[in-house]
């Protein structure tokens, strides 16, 4: 027989594992909607130049990590490698400008990039994410960083908050000029992919890991020294709301953001317990994007984090939840016409919304006794010729370890009592 593994930096979710993944889920849902955000489902994979276009060709992403291939009419098609892209698509295509505004949209879902991978870092990714977009308000800002550390408390991950301003096109120009200036006479001493940066993106030399400890970068300009009246009153005002709902920050003027489509505030939410790839967490304006995939001038913010960090997080934290396998009862049965007698009896119980199950492999009553004891069900419910005879069945509390006959007939209401009992203790 042919022996088949999962793709490299892929990872299969178990069933023993999926309770940490629905708790992550659910309390995101949760607690995005407590903000007034409505979830949105777009495509796994798009038109290749949604991601050009709206991530950027200078970056990464795009000239080294997507998925990209023709489809049978040669149309070049890329898998997602983030969320943020796909939204404003949709956003644009479905004229949702034309409402109310803000419109206020949360994603959950795969994405795809091909890196090396690493903890936390995987080729098929999975993240939740938030968009608003409509609204240039600081508070806005404010309000997006604090649902992001309302979430990361709330399935108790702790990291904290940096932040910093990366300017509009005006202040990025003069902030350019000034970077070209300072890293051009080190130009050779930088890595490969940050000598082809330094004229078309020199901003994402100072996000560049090989770089980053070299003397010339570590002492580059900062954006913050050029921001424009505008983008300097408006970091003001966010960092005042901030300060206005005690959330805990560091002004890290040296925080950029790996997309080309940021403006203004940029943040990122880091744990460096989990490893190299700390950052669990991140975030920004984008008020050039919307444009740029079509749709009016109209501002965004949003952040997005992938679950896998998110799970280290938790994990480092203590919190590493196990799903129980685990039923209310289990129905014992021995011989063919008891077997039979289960079938109308599941359907009866499971109506009733208690969880049960039964033996499919023709064992011995002790064999299933054993399982109903590693299921943890509170009733085992035997059946066998002289259960049959009678019209009652044994019912077995393995809890209070007592067992009592019980008609037919009123099986299922009866065990909805124990069910209620069990749950008031």
């Known amino acids: 027989m042919a022996e088949f593994s999962k793709p490299r930096g892929t990872a299969d979710i178990l069933p023993d594992q999926i309770l940490q993944w629905q708790t992550v889920e659910q309390e995101a849902r949760k607690q995005f909607s407590l903000y007034h955000f409505h979830e949105i489902r777009t495509p796994i994979f798009e038109h290749t130049e949604v991601f050009e276009r709206g991530v950027g060709d200078t970056t990464d992403i795009v000239q080294k990590e997507m998925y990209t291939f023709s489809d049978r009419a040669n149309r070049s098609i890329t898998l997602r490698p983030e969320g943020t892209a796909g939204v404003v698509r949709a956003f644009v295509e ?18 795809f990039r091909y890196e090396a991978p690493q903890a936390g870092r995987f080729r098929q990714l999975h993240q939740y994410g938030v968009e608003v977009i409509g609204s240039d308000d600081p508070r806005v800002d404010a309000e997006v960083i ?5 979430y990361l408390r709330s399935v108790g991950a702790k990291a904290h908050l940096e932040i910093n301003s990366v300017g509009c096109k005006t202040c990025r120009a003069r902030h350019k000029e000034a970077l070209i200036t300072h890293l051009t006479p080190v130009k050779d001493e930088l890595c490969d992919d940050c000598q082809g940066r330094l004229t078309k993106n020199p901003l994402r030399i100072l996000d560049c890991k090989k770089d980053a400890d070299h003397p010339a970068v570590k002492s580059s300009p900062l954006l913050l020294d050029y921001l424009c009246d505008d983008c300097k009153s408006h970091f003001t005002e966010v960092l005042h709301s901030l300060d206005a709902i005690h959330l805990e920050y560091e002004v890290n003027p040296r925080l950029v953001r790996g997309l080309d489509y940021y403006t203004k505030t940029a943040f990122e939410f880091i744990d460096e317990r989990i490893g190299a790839k700390s950052t669990i967490l991140g975030g920004g304006r984008y008020n050039g994007l919307i444009s740029m995939l079509g749709g009016p001038e109209v501002p ?16 480092a934290t203590g919190l590493d939840d196990v799903a ?25 119980l499971r109506d009733r919304h208690i969880k049960v199950d039964t033996d499919y492999t023709l064992r011995g009553v002790k064999a299933q006794m054993k399982t109903a004891d590693r299921l943890h069900a509170k009733v085992a419910i035997v059946i066998g010729d002289d259960e049959l005879a009678q019209g009652a069945y044994t019912v077995r509390d ?26 008031q203790q």
């Open 324 to 348: 129980e396998d685990e039923v209310d009862a289990y129905i014992v049965a021995m011989g063919d016409e008891a077997r039979a007698a289960t079938v109308t009896l599941l359907k009866q």
């Open 398 to 423: 393995l809890f209070e370890k007592t067992q009592q006959m019980v008609p037919i007939e009123q099986i299922p209401s009866y065990l909805q009592g124990v069910m209620r009992k069990a749950e």
């Open 94 to 111: 479905a004229k949702m400008y034309g409402g109310p505004l803000p419109v206020k949209l949360f994603y959950i879902g795969p994405m």
């Open 146 to 150: 604090e649902l992001a550390d309302r």
């Open 300 to 315: 965004g913010i949003g952040f997005a984090g992938g679950i896998e960090r998110l799970l280290l997080s938790r994990k």
